[in-house]
């Protein structure tokens, strides 16, 4: 008679076999033994239409007129933070933030032909794996006077290029609720990958959240870096500012010839 536990060591044993006979087991391939440092809070990322700088309460009074906005609140549908009602409220935000010891948030500023740049927006590079070089993007602020404008992307830009070439990360991930339907569109036109939707992820403010997850590997990036670089440049811009051609076009183009 056979007992269980004779079966699974015959079993066992026959997959043991079967794996010896068609070579090694499928393990992956070997990671280099590099290490990626955590962000810096002492940094400065500048690009042709903005830059990326630590927070700081510097940062509020223009964070702050550039939300005087009507439905300025919906803004925070998704994020984490409740809306600011009152600049003091922002103040004690940003002070949260720049001192907290494992989300490194920033602001965006934008440059201005009548006067010196303005913090307009921010974002935070958080949930660091450095033992897996893992960081994500994420509690992206962008206020009307950003959203849709080439220093909006650039920012993303300059934050992906700043995570892989400076700090050696080799997964960048783009996480939102899933029914953010603005922030799964600007995931893919981003260049992150669509990777799944983790359902009961986490209450967010009291409701359930379903969570969509992106992301960008260290070895897509130089492909994607033209993509970004190409949408970018000045020449794809008219007299009006008006993108004459589409990331996600220049994004298909650049993978197209990388494909070749």
């Known amino acids: 008679m056979t007992t269980p536990t004779k079966l699974i ?37 500048t690009g042709r239409y903005g830059s990326i700088v630590p927070i700081s309460p510097a940062h509020a009074d223009d964070l702050w007129d550039s939300l005087q906005v009507p439905d300025s609140a919906s803004l925070f549908d998704y994020l984490f933070d409740e ?3 009152s600049l003091d409220a922002l103040n004690s935000a940003i002070a949260k933030k720049a001192a907290a010891s494992d989300t490194w948030t920033y602001a965006i500023l934008r440059k201005s032909c009548s006067g010196p740049p303005k913090a307009v927006g921010m974002a935070s590079l958080m949930r660091m794996d450095l033992p897996n070089r893992v960081i994500e993007v ?13 220093c909006a992307t650039e920012a993303m830009y300059l934050l992906a290029s700043y995570v892989f070439e400076t700090l050696g990360f080799r997964r960048y991930e783009w ?15 981003l260049g992150f ?14 409701r359930n959240r379903d969570t969509a997850w992106y992301s960008m590997l260290d ?28 990331l996600e076009d220049c994004m298909a183009e650049v993978s197209t010839k ?3």
């Open 9 to 45: 060591q015959s079993l066992s044993g026959r997959a043991l076999g079967s794996a010896t006979a068609n070579g090694p087991a499928a393990l992956g391939p070997i990671v280099p033994d590099l290490h990626a440092q955590q962000p810096s809070r002492d940094i400065r990322l």
């Open 83 to 85: 809306p600011y009602n």
């Open 138 to 150: 994420g509690s992206i602020l962008y206020s009307p006077t950003l959203q849709r404008t080439p």
């Open 175 to 189: 996480k939102c609720n899933d029914l953010n339907t603005p922030s799964r569109r600007a995931g893919g036109r």
């Open 193 to 206: 990958t669509y990777e799944g939707t983790f359902r009961q992820h986490m209450i967010a403010k009291g």
């Open 219 to 246: 070895r897509e990036w130089p492909t994607t870096k033209r993509g970004f670089e190409q949408w970018l440049d000045p020449s794809n811009f008219d007299t009006e500012g008006k993108q004459k051609r589409k």
């Open 258 to 260: 990388s494909d070749a």
